[in-house]
T-cell receptor, first 115, second 115 residues
Framework: AQKVTQAQTEISVVEKEDVTLDCVYETRDTTYYLFWYKQPPSGELVFLIRRNSFDEQNEISGRYSWNFQKSTSSFNFTITASQVVDSAVYFCALSGGGSQGNLIFGKGTKLSVKP | EAGVTQSPTHLIKTRGQQATLRCSPISGHTSVYWYQQALGLGLQFLLWYDEGEERNRGNFPPRFSGRQFPNYSSELNVNALELEDSALYLC??????????????FGDGTRLSIL
């Protein structure tokens, strides 16, 4: 069965702190995709990154970075020098196997960045 | 480029009624997905339409149904509404089957409240 676990339900940090959001996944597929989405209070899910199972290179985009490790089935997300605007719920997702099309989401981590 | 648009923003119904939610995908996207985000249950996959056909559905009863029109817009219909159907319903679209090449882009959602 496919599953995504985000063990951290809520995280609270002070502005400028670094914060890492954990994501652990389970799948039997050899080819799969992992995603991170951000959901601000307005409700819209904003796509942040996609990573395929054959690409284990870490990625950095501004203050955001992602660490993908197949050996531990993890795809962690780090925000460096957090800002108040980073406050949101962050979801990790796994592509459904084969041609199922759907995304399997974790429960989400609510990040609160305080000034 | 316009994003995924959903209407209405809010919908209030009573038990037993029927609800219709609408979604227009990003121009050029042929796949449309529906997800339910209920309190405490996270994001759950409902339906996937591609080229006018239902490709996959999640673990929801048959009273959840929908369709995709020739212009790729989509409707989600929920019959015999129950209190537990109260949730944010999110629509997403992608260029083609996701995976592998195109992430799903989400709309702002329709908040359905059952009284």
């Amino acid at each position: 069965a496919q599953k995504v676990t985000q063990a951290q339900t809520e995280i609270s940090v002070v502005e400028k702190e670094d914060v890492t959001l954990d994501c652990v996944y389970e799948t039997r597929d050899t080819t799969y995709y992992l995603f991170w989405y951000k959901q601000p209070p307005s409700g819209e899910l904003v796509f942040l990154i996609r990573r395929n199972s054959f690409d284990e290179q870490n990625e950095i985009s501004g203050r955001y970075s992602w660490n993908f490790q197949k050996s531990t089935s993890s795809f962690n997300f780090t925000i460096t020098a957090s800002q108040v605007v980073d406050s949101a719920v962050y979801f990790c997702a796994l592509s459904g196997g084969g041609s199922q099309g759907n995304l399997i989401f974790g429960k989400g981590t609510k990040l609160s960045v305080k000034p | 480029e316009a994003g995924v648009t959903q209407s209405p923003t809010h919908l209030i119904k009573t038990r037993g009624q029927q609800a219709t939610l609408r979604c227009s995908p990003i121009s050029g996207h042929t796949s449309v997905y529906w997800y339910q985000q209920a309190l405490g249950l996270g994001l759950q996959f409902l339906l996937w339409y591609d080229e006018g056909e239902e490709r996959n559905r999640g673990n929801f009863p048959p009273r959840f149904s929908g369709r995709q029109f020739p212009n790729y817009s989509s409707e989600l219909n929920v019959n015999a509404l129950e209190l537990e159907d109260s949730a944010l319903y999110l629509c997403a679209s992608s260029l083609e089957v996701s995976p592998p090449d195109s992430p799903q882009h989400f709309g702002d959602g329709t908040r359905l409240s059952i009284l």
